[in-house]
């Protein structure tokens, strides 16, 4: 099998779900683009595939969660609301017997990445175990306080699963089953930290929320393998250059800051995601196309290189994207 990796949210801040108005609109806009094409059926799914993403499924609403997994082993990386989806498909499988174990890697507590554990369903059934870790202290923390009146109807010692919390070493390997997992110091207001995670000789990084203060390597120090020998990373592309420049300290990067990054380290696959909630799907589209546009401009820059940049496959990720490894 190898190693899966699946995006079930791709927002950053707060869950962003489209009104009602909007998704007609965009109906009407599609049914508009066909109409105007002949509108004969036998051309209708060749037509549905050569929407852009902005104008059909968009990128998805809900906030930060990556769920890992081989044959033997599952992570779930933040419990943004995207978790609560995952959590309805896992119902099929042990933990919706309660007999099941899952082990949950949380890069901060921001609420965007705790939003969707009081509806994560395998935490309500009796047997399951849950096992969270974090570096920062502050994990034995967060259960207790997420799950006690008035923020949620059920306290913790109600809930039915029983929920361990473990303490994760900065920069230290620890195995996850066959999944090798090193979490390593990210550029946030709040300390935030990404993971390494290494399975059959590929390595994926997860790289959400961080405002890459630090980019040389020399900044980057024992950081630095974080960014190096990745075969997938994900990275946060919150907002556009010029916001960045407005919003410092805000602890979100922009896409051509992860590229130059992914670039120079040798990293073959970036997808970006944590996008802002103010943003629609056709800003994030041309976000897309700013960062095309930043990359040729990069490349005319530098004609005289005698050796040819590393090219990095890239694109801005949505909801449900699933990546093998």
């Known amino acids: 099998m190898g190693m899966k990796i699946k995006i079930w949210g ?18 009407r806009e599609v049914l508009e683009r066909f109409a105007a094409q002949g509108g004969q059926r036998q051309i209708l799914e060749s037509f549905i595939s050569s929407l852009p993403r902005e104008q059909l499924g968009g990128f998805g609403g809900n906030t ?20 609560r989806h995952l959590g309805y498909e896992l119902l099929s499988g042990p933990l919706g017997q309660g007999t099941g174990e899952i082990d949950l890697l949380f890069t901060h507590f921001h609420w965007d990445h705790l939003i969707g554990l009081p509806f994560f369903v395998p935490l309500f059934i009796p047997g399951n175990q849950i096992r969270a870790h974090a570096v920062q202290d502050e994990l034995k923390e967060i259960f207790p306080t997420i799950f006690r009146k008035p923020f949620f109807p059920v306290p913790f010692d109600k809930i039915g699963s029983k929920v361990s919390t473990h303490s994760l070493e900065p920069r230290k390997p620890v195995l996850f089953g066959d999944l090798e997992v090193t979490p390593y110091q ?7 930290w990404g993971f390494r995670i290494r399975h059959g000789g590929k390595t994926f990084s997860y790289c959400v929320d961080t405002e890459a203060t630090r980019v040389s390597r020399k900044e ?11 075969d997938l990373m994900i990275f946060d592309s919150q907002y ?11 602890g979100h990067a922009a896409a051509p800051i992860g590229l ?41 820059q530098k004609p005289n290189e005698t050796e040819p940049p590393h090219e990095v496959e890239w694109l801005f990720g949505y909801e449900g994207m699933e990546f093998h490894l």
């Open 260 to 300: 130059d990054l992914a670039k120079r380290e040798g990293v073959k696959k970036l997808v970006f995601v944590h996008h802002d909630p103010a943003a629609t799907d056709a800003k994030i589209a041309d976000g897309a196309r700013q960062t095309a546009r930043y990359e040729r401009a990069q490349s005319r």
């Open 220 to 230: 980057l120090g024992e950081d630095l393998p974080l960014y190096q020998d990745v």
């Open 240 to 250: 556009t250059l010029s916001e960045v420049v407005e919003k410092v300290d805000w």
């Open 64 to 83: 930060s969660c990556v769920e890992v997994s081989t044959s033997r082993q599952r992570l779930i990386i933040d419990a943004g609301s995207g978790i």
């Open 186 to 192: 990210l550029d946030h207001p709040d300390p935030c």
């Open 10 to 27: 791709a927002r950053g801040s707060l869950p962003s779900p489209l009104s009602p108005m909007t998704v007609e609109q965009r109906i």
